[in-house]
């Protein structure tokens, strides 16, 4: 039996993370061995069976990555992509970090050494600070850089 197409689709969520002073906070993956330069992801994870809605999702995930209190301000943009044999689609939301407290991740990423480093890491809003580093994917990195104005807005209404 041949699968179908909704058993390769995977549905993530992502945090497009604006913290109080003007930055954007990023998850900076250094894997062990240096077999790959080190890259950054908008923090969030895999949609579980168990996750209601696409927020509570990301509450759990940013709740595992980062101990993250947070509010989501609007949606970004969701991605579709293919990528190791998976219809992947990523639905990005901007949201104000409040705080976290690294004391508080838990999960398999962090209980396990050869899954490699996960850095949080506040990025500058700005062009050059966005070009500067390895963002994994290029679709959010263009995005960033298109939507820079009215993310810096967005920090201002705070």
């Known amino acids: 039996m041949y699968p179908s197409v909704e058993d390769t689709r995977v549905e993530r969520v992502r ?15 250094v894997k062990p ?8 992801v908008a923090p969030g994870g895999g949609v579980e069976s168990y996750d209601l809605t696409l927020h509570d999702a990301l509450a759990r995930e ?3 990555e980062l101990g993250a209190s947070y509010d ?10 293919h990528k190791a044999g998976k219809d992947l689609v990523e639905h ?7 705080d976290y407290d690294l004391s508080l991740r838990h999960g398999p990423e962090f ?3 050869s899954r490699g480093k996960f850095i949080p890491d506040a990025v500058e809003l700005s062009e050059d600070a966005i070009d500067a580093i390895n963002i994994k994917t290029e679709e959010l990195r ?3 850089i298109a939507n820079l104005n009215m993310l810096k807005m967005l920090h201002n209404a705070a």
């Open 111 to 113: 209980e396990d050494p």
């Open 142 to 144: 263009d995005w960033l």
């Open 33 to 40: 061995n240096n077999k790959t330069a080190p890259y950054w």
């Open 92 to 98: 990005f939301y901007v949201c104000r970090l409040h």
């Open 72 to 81: 989501v301000l609007c949606d970004a943009f969701t991605l579709e992509h």
């Open 62 to 64: 940013l709740a595992e």
């Open 15 to 29: 945090a497009i993370l604006l913290t109080n002073e003007g930055k954007i906070l990023f998850i900076k993956r």
